[in-house]
C-alpha cells in the first residue's frame, strides 16, 4: 500500500476522534490502529513519522509515539469470561 494512502487512511481516522478532548482522541486513534491495521501497516507510519512527515495529522503523530503498546483493543470484544476481569470489565 503506497504511503499516500496510508497517510489519507490515518488522517481519515484522526478527523474521527478530532472532536473528542486530546487524550481521548489519541487513545481512540491507537486502538483503532492497533485493532484494525497490520503491524507493516503502522511500522510503515512510524517511519514517516522518523523521517518528519508533515502530512501525517500531529494526533496521529502522537498516538503512534506516546500511548504504550498493549493487548489489542479487539481482545476485549472476544474474550472470555475467565479473561474479562483482566482485560477491565466492569461486568458482573
Known amino acids: 500500500m503506497s504511503t499516500e ?3 489519507r487512511m490515518a488522517n481519515q481516522i ?6 473528542y478532548p486530546d ?4 487513545h481512540g486513534i491507537h486502538d483503532h490502529l492497533v485493532a ?9 507510519l ?9 502530512e501525517l495529522d500531529p494526533l496521529v ?3 503512534l509515539l506516546s500511548v504504550p503498546g498493549g ?7 472476544v474474550a472470555g469470561p475467565e479473561q474479562v476481569g483482566d ?6
Not at 14 to 19: C, D, G, Q, V
Not at 71 to 77: G, L, N, Q
Open 46 to 54: 512510524l517511519a514517516l513519522v522518523d523521517h518528519g512527515n508533515q
Open 23 to 26: 487524550d481521548q482522541a489519541i
Open 36 to 44: 484494525f491495521w497490520t503491524p507493516n501497516m503502522r511500522a510503515s
Open 71 to 77: 493487548k489489542s483493543p479487539i481482545e476485549k470484544e
Open 61 to 63: 503523530t502522537k498516538a
Open 14 to 19: 484522526a478527523s474521527f476522534f478530532r472532536s
Open 87 to 92: 482485560l477491565g470489565s466492569d461486568a458482573g
Open 5 to 7: 494512502k496510508l497517510v
